[in-house]
T-cell receptor, first 115, second 111 residues
Framework: GNSVTQMEGPVTLSEEAFLTINCTYT??????LFWYVQYPGEGLQLLLK?????DKGSNKGFEATYRKETTSFHLEKGSVQVSDSAVYFC??????????????FGQGTILTVHP | DSGVTQTPKHLITATGQRVTLRCSPR?????VYWYQQSLDQGLQFLIQ???????AKGNILERFSAQQFPDLHSELNLSSLELGDSALYFC??????????FGSGTRLTVV
């Protein structure tokens, strides 16, 4: 079955540091890949997505590239801010970018950014 | 406001009891999904409905059931509650390529 593995957390960084959160997946076919962010006390918000190999999703300074050869979708940001402190989830969904069908989530990575 | 409304936001109940969680999807979305988020299990898919019909089932216990009504809102019923059922329960809705939208969740505490 499908599975998503995220790097162990928590991750603690100083403001303006470079961020990488690793995500690898196992899936049949050609899934879509997502990063979601969860701020304290809130639901999950879509951060970015990629629907096919070599696609790069980007939003709010965050980027992730769909790498089929390494089955990875690592999240990066060049300069984090205190406001980026949250829990980040990598997720895998149906092929073709459709939004029908369940998402399979990684275990989440807690990011804390200090001033 | 994401457009997906979940009620109640918090629920405290005793073991053995039954509760109902409600979800109103974003306007126009036909699919509703339920997820459970707990510290030890992470985010687990429970069940999906599409336009009133059950579409997919995940790790949903037999004590749990759900339905989607003609107006597309959905309810998740949890019965014979145990301490281990304490978790955040999220509802999400989707429509085609517009992506999933999550509600802010219902925090269930079983005491």
């Amino acid at each position: 079955g499908n599975s998503v593995t995220q790097m162990e957390g928590p991750v603690t960084l100083s403001e303006e540091a470079f961020l990488t959160i690793n995500c690898t997946y196992t899936a049949t076919g050609y899934p879509s890949l997502f990063w979601y962010v969860q701020y304290p006390g809130e639901g999950l918000q879509l951060l970015l997505k990629a629907t096919k190999a070599d696609d790069k999703g980007s939003n709010k300074g965050f980027e992730a590239t769909y790498r089929k050869e390494t089955t990875s979708f690592h999240l990066e940001k060049g300069s984090v801010q205190v406001s980026d402190s949250a829990v980040y989830f990598c997720a895998l969904g149906n092929a073709g970018g459709t939004s029908y069908g369940k998402l399979t989530f990684g275990q989440g990575t807690i990011l804390t950014v200090h001033p | 406001d994401s457009g997906v409304t979940q009620t109640p936001k918090h629920l405290i109940t005793a073991t053995g009891q039954r509760v109902t969680l409600r979800c109103s999807p974003r306007s126009g979305d036909l699919s509703v999904y339920w997820y459970q988020q707990s510290l030890d299990q992470g985010l687990q898919f429970l069940i999906q409905y599409y336009n009133g019909e059950e579409r997919a089932k995940g790790n949903i216990l037999e004590r749990f059931s759900a339905q989607q009504f003609p107006d597309l809102h959905s309810e998740l019923n949890l019965s014979s509650l145990e301490l281990g059922d304490s978790a955040l329960y999220f509802c999400a809705s989707s429509a085609g390529f517009t992506g999933y939208t999550f509600g802010s969740g219902t925090r269930l505490t079983v005491v």
